[in-house]
């Protein structure tokens, strides 16, 4: 009988974090060691240049923690960014890593989808697929909460807020993209708070792998109540900035008076008077925020279910089924009539153009960091 070396114990702490990803332009503001704290000593601001998470213990100052020092590891164990993140959420989804030619990630079907019933299909983005899902869901107890994105307060306005919806009027309220940036994860408290026990999460590529990455290194209860979970397609987002400085000054686009928004090789605008606008994408360049300047994952890799309204099939969303908990839930979705279904090779523009997107996200993960995310990316010709 061979000896097995035992497993090196995690002993990382915020101080690896802070150096190796907070402060090296790794960190995309997923909000993963937010949540994860058990001590509370991380904070997070939803403001235009922030969307970071910092250290709040004056003691310990910004780059180290009391309790990391006692040995909490709890905000490396959580961070989706952090080491060797991705094969470890590939061998906690698929049982393996990725391959050189999976630039997409691991997935087991590409299909169209748009929802059946009219009013989720109007309220919802291109097919209206996530809110059909996160509806399905409630209703058949397979969660009792989503955590989703809102837009802040009652009177309009396009500032993207993390938020729970637990019901049909709540699931439509958080419907549509926003293309800037909402941490989802941060309602997490919020859910826990009202006595929620299973929950979905809908996110960015970023957010969807912080559950994997937490279940593989046992981050403890946090990860748990997080049962489904539903990825966006992303490619970047946006600087809350971007509307006062650019949508208002330049096209007289007043924030709390857009309808809908969307990118289709353009910035489209619907105003809610009826008005339509669209804008250059390379005009909107200068506001990525920097969370997403090296993040190499369009995909949604570690999602159950990943979507996205690419390609020519407008009213269709794009949606790649990843593990057998995704596969089930669409196969009795449509078993029960509520979502329409077709090849994902009826619009092959779309599939192309996701692992094309998908590549060139990858391209962008730096050199100097681990390298996994690079796998499969084609060296330049010098």
Known sequence: MTDVAPKPRWKFQWAELYDEVITSGLCTGCAGCVIACPHDVIGYK???????????????????????????????????RFRNWETEADEHLFGRARKEDEMSGVYRD??????????????????????????????????????????????????????????????????GSRYTYSANTIAYDEAI???????ALVGMSCQTSIAPVMWHRKVGKVSKPIKLNIGLLCSKSFDDSLFDELFTLKYGIAKDQIAKMNIKGVFQVWMKNGDYHEIPLKECHAWTREG???????????????????????????????????????????????????PGDDDPAAIALMHRLAEKSRARWPEWANGEARVGITKKKK
């Not at 939803?46 to 909490?72: I, M, N, V």
Request: charged share 25%; proline share 3%; with cysteine.
């Open 193 to 199: 708070d009202r006595g929620l026990k299973d929950l």
């Open 46 to 80: 939803h403001e235009p240049g922030a969307y970071k998470p910092f250290h709040l213990e004056e003691d310990f100052g910004a780059s180290d923690c009391g309790h990391g020092q006692k040995g909490c590891t709890s905000c490396t164990r959580a961070c989706p």
């Open 292 to 342: 997403c300047n090296y993040c190499p994952d369009f995909a949604a890799e570690h999602a159950d279910i990943s979507t996205g309204g690419i390609g020519n099939e407008t009213d269709w969303t794009l949606t790649v089924v990843r593990t057998e908990l995704g596969r089930a839930i669409i196969q009795a979705m449509m078993a029960d009539g509520v979502i329409d279904t077709r």
């Open 110 to 175: 590409i299909l169209l989808v748009r929802a059946s019933d009219d009013r989720i299909y109007e309220n919802g983005q291109d097919g209206g697929l996530v809110s059909a899902i996160l509806i399905w869901c409630l209703e058949n107890n397979i969660i009792d909460g989503a955590l989703v994105s809102m837009l802040e307060g009652d009177t309009g306005g396009w500032k993207a807020m993390p938020g729970v919806a637990t019901n049909v009027d709540e699931v439509l309220a958080s419907a």
